[in-house]
């Protein structure tokens, strides 16, 4: 009868307790309150979008964006005429368009920085 060395396996695909420290980044959330200027970045299909907003108590803040990624909109969406924090979810963007349809695209935001607090 043979034995399986399971333990040995499970180390290769698991990697050691150190391994899986040195993999956990703890990340301080800055706090984000009324009247911070706050960058934001998300990715689409054409290449990663930036932006600035001014946070509210109201939310659904318009984003600013840069030059570079309006133009990148407007060529997945000629009808884009803004772009906005969600209004139930601050984790996403929306894209106001011209033209009507049923739902908003929307991206999920991929980074976002406090970069002034009022």
Request: with cysteine; aromatic share 6%.
């Amino acid at each position: 009868m043979s034995v399986i060395d399971i333990l040995g396996e499970q180390e290769e695909t698991l990697g050691t307790a150190e391994d899986l420290r040195e993999e956990i980044i703890v990340e301080v959330a800055q706090q984000e309150v009324s009247g911070s200027l706050v960058k934001i970045e998300f990715e689409t299909s054409l290449g990663l979008c930036t932006g600035y907003y001014h946070s509210s108590e109201l939310g659904h803040e318009e984003i600013n964006m840069d030059t570079d990624s309006m133009n990148m909109l407007q060529l997945l969406f000629p009808a884009c005429n803004g772009v906005f924090v969600h209004q139930s979810n601050r984790a996403w963007v929306e894209i106001s368009l011209a033209e009507h349809i049923h739902g908003l695209p929307e991206y999920k935001i991929y980074n976002r920085i406090i970069t002034a607090q009022i």
